[in-house]
């Protein structure tokens, strides 16, 4: 299993500093959302799809699964034709319409290539992203839910 | 003289070099540049071939609830880079060559497509369609998520999407 950016949406408290990490890192153009549902913020990026369906559709091959798990777009070979937009089921892809150009989270491959975490994880101040395993991130939410379970035993005796 | 004689009787025996054109059923050779076919079904409307076209000959005219394409045939200059660039195969190169007409005929000639946009059914946006076929062909199995929300545009999905999973959360 490849490593991916999870959110917490309880703790998210909407700051935008993902988004201003995101830009600082892309030139200047953010490539993620915070979407407002009601009252809670949800951070929103590109969910790296095993099976991406942008990667299936592209006509020109310029979309990719890497090797490091993240679905990557080629600038070059980008016509900015709009077919991954109309198939992403999360609607993360944007066309940049004047640089014939789309424009969407790359998982800032080049910080991980350095061995950094990708930008908007270690940007966020209340640690509402997250960037690891599922399975890592499971184990460590099972041995929290035992310790609060041993906690209730202890005071029930 | 006799050399004459000589290539007169060949030719004779060797018979016509020309064929009689249009009583005759005329083949071309292979790889012939003819006029250029259009398939609407298959057009995501990226612009690719406008940007190629050597002769300025593709035109596709973005409007507020459809795009229109067009080949004019007498500015075609038979390049085929269209059908090279083309990520679909919407525009092909046949091998007819029947290329002179009349005056008249100009826009029996033309090639027109018209394609109609799609309206998102929330924020009643007009976005482009992605067709059918090109789905049918590149999507690979079971892979149809969008499906679910094909009908509303890649802004609204993200906000449905996002409530869905508040919803997870609350639950």
Known sequence: MSKRVYFLPNICAGCEECLEACAREHQGNSLDYIEMVDLYPVPMRCFHCADAPCAQICPTKSIQVTEEGAVVSSSEKCIGCGSCLLVCPFGIPKVDTTKKLMRKCDLCIHRLKEGKIPSCVQNCSLKALQFGDVEEYEANKRKKAAAKLQRTGDSAL | ?171
């Open chain 2, 1 to 171: 003289m006799l050399t004459t004689i000589k290539t007169v009787l060949a030719n004779i025996g060797r018979g016509p070099a020309t064929s009689r054109y249009p009583f005759v059923e005329e083949t071309v050779p292979k790889g012939f540049r003819g006029k250029v076919t259009y398939d609407p079904s298959k057009c995501i409307g990226c612009k690719t071939c406008v940007h190629v076209c050597a002769g300025k000959a593709i035109k596709i005219d973005e409007k507020t609830d459809c795009f229109d394409f067009s080949v004019w045939d007498g500015t075609c200059t038979r390049c085929q880079m269209c059908e090279n660039f083309c990520p679909t195969g919407a525009i092909k190169v046949t091998e007819e060559f029947h290329n002179a007409y009349l005056a008249e005929d100009v826009y029996k000639k033309a090639h027109f497509g018209n394609i109609p946009y799609i309206q998102c059914a929330e924020c009643k946006k007009m976005i482009k369609p992605l067709p059918e076929v090109v789905a049918q062909e590149k999507l690979k199995g079971e892979n149809i998520a969008y499906k679910e929300r094909s009908y509303i545009c890649p802004d609204c999905r993200r906000k449905a999407m996002a409530k869905d999973l508040m919803k997870g959360l609350a639950r």
